[in-house]
């Protein structure tokens, strides 16, 4: 199992530019995130979807859109990048069992908005 | 999901056990006490969870007080790779929530030869 993929590893945008970041897991998850991370804060959700065909925002929507592709595949796209954009992203997946739940986080994408 | 309250910073001996507190005064009967760390520009890693008895795996040992207001995490036998931010995180049950964690401050463990 590869558990959870993130690409680009690193990604350095002009203002105004796009870019859609990609993540997929392989280990059957119903549930997916997208969180980023700046420097020296804690995590913070962007979209999140519980079960294939559903988005729903997170904290910090704002500049950004998910597309929930299929039940591995958990797209995040920026339209018109921000320096504000500017932050290390997390995908994550999370397993449920009996009331209990793991999630599982991929590598992350740095991204510098320039 | 309940407020946690962590020391900032650690530092531990190689070799040596790590003892890690957290302060969750305000739990509720069904919530969980789980535990991620996250080491330098890797994304966070599941530890260990907790309802109400101690609990051990291959990672680390949980224990929680009676009360359930405070938890420790113990990694036995600290390595230089233990070097981490770890989160003490409250949450209820999976069933009642979309998932979103919300990771605190946490306590930078630094891990010395």
């Known amino acids: 199992n590869a558990g959870v993929t993130q690409t680009p590893k690193f990604q350095v945008l002009k203002t105004g530019q796009s870019m859609t970041l990609q993540c997929a897991q392989d280990m059957n998850h119903n549930s997916m995130y997208w969180y980023r991370q700046d420097p020296g804060m804690g995590l913070r959700l962007i979209y999140y979807s519980a079960s294939e065909g559903t988005t729903d925002k997170g904290e910090v929507p704002n500049g950004y859109n998910v597309s929930r592709l299929n039940k591995r595949e958990f797209s995040l796209r920026l339209e018109s990048a921000a320096p504000s954009q500017t932050s290390v992203y997390f995908c994550a997946s999370r397993l449920t069992t009996s009331g209990v739940e793991t999630q599982y986080f991929g590598p992350g994408t740095r991204l510098l908005v320039l | 999901d309940a407020k946690t309250t962590q020391p900032t910073s650690m530092d531990c001996a190689e070799g040596r056990a790590a003892n890690l507190p957290c302060n969750h005064s305000t739990i509720s009967g069904n919530e969980y006490v789980y535990w991620y760390r996250q080491i330098h520009s890797q994304g966070p890693q599941y530890i260990i969870h907790?309802?109400?008895n101690n609990e051990t795996n291959e990672m680390a040992s949980l224990i929680i007080t009676e009360d359930r207001k405070s938890s420790t995490l113990i990694l036995p036998h600290a390595t230089l790779r233990d070097t981490a931010v770890y989160y003490c995180?409250?949450?209820?049950?999976?069933?009642?929530?979309?998932?979103?964690?919300?990771f605190g401050a946490g306590t930078q463990v630094v891990v010395t030869p």
């Open positions: 995180i409250v949450r209820v049950r999976a069933t009642d929530s979309w998932g979103k964690l919300q």
């Open positions: 907790g309802l109400k």
